[in-house]
């Protein structure tokens, strides 16, 4: 009786076992990099809300992963308001060939946080509570780079309450967002 075992293969690392239909076309990639999210985090604690999102926007702070992944970045800041830049591409197409809403949402949910965060003290924190996506029209990366701004309705010491809306190129509405946040303070 044999003691061996076959590996188990792993499907993320081995290649198909069929090859793929030429139909598929080319196979395209991106590379994403980030930087320890701790390090941002521990600077935050460090600063107000505002002074969190300048530290970004001015490069003193390392971006948030996730603003590495969906290619977004801090153009403008100030209290109760954001404006965030992201780059499209296919690599967020859903199936039907357009960019997922889904990445719409990430940018207005981005916003609208952050345009709160501009307003809290050192030391404090926010989480989405609930967030209502109106989708306008399609994107797709002939839609050019979009601009997200996000602004704040009413700041409060326990909930705050955004709105967002994304611009394509052309200026025009992509979608839109009410959000309300949690505030907390920050555990040390």
């Not at 029209?137 to 409060?156: E, F, I």
Request: glycine residues 10%.
């Amino acid at each position: 009786m044999s003691t061996e075992t076959d590996p188990v293969a792993d499907p993320l690392t081995e290649a198909p076992a069929d090859p793929v239909p030429a139909s598929w076309g080319e196979p395209r990639s991106r590379t994403v990099t980030w930087y320890d999210p701790l390090v941002t985090a521990a600077g935050g604690r460090e600063r107000s809300g505002l002074e969190t999102l300048e530290a970004l926007r001015d490069g003193v702070l390392p971006p948030p992963p996730i603003s590495e992944l969906v290619q977004m970045d801090v153009v403008a800041v100030e209290h109760g308001r954001v404006e965030f830049r992201c780059v499209v591409d296919e690599s967020v197409y859903n199936p039907i060939g357009v960019v997922h809403g889904g990445l719409v949402c990430t940018l207005l949910d981005s916003v609208a946080g952050c345009a709160v965060h501009t307003t809290l003290p050192r030391g404090v924190g926010y989480t989405s509570i609930e967030i209502k996506v109106t989708y306008q029209r399609a994107v797709t990366r002939d839609s050019g780079p979009l601009t997200a701004v996000g602004t704040v309705v009413k700041p409060g010491r326990r909930v705050a309450f955004a709105e967002g809306q994304v611009l394509d190129a052309a200026g025009r509405v992509v979608a839109t967002a009410s959000s309300s946040l949690l505030v907390f303070p920050l555990p040390d």
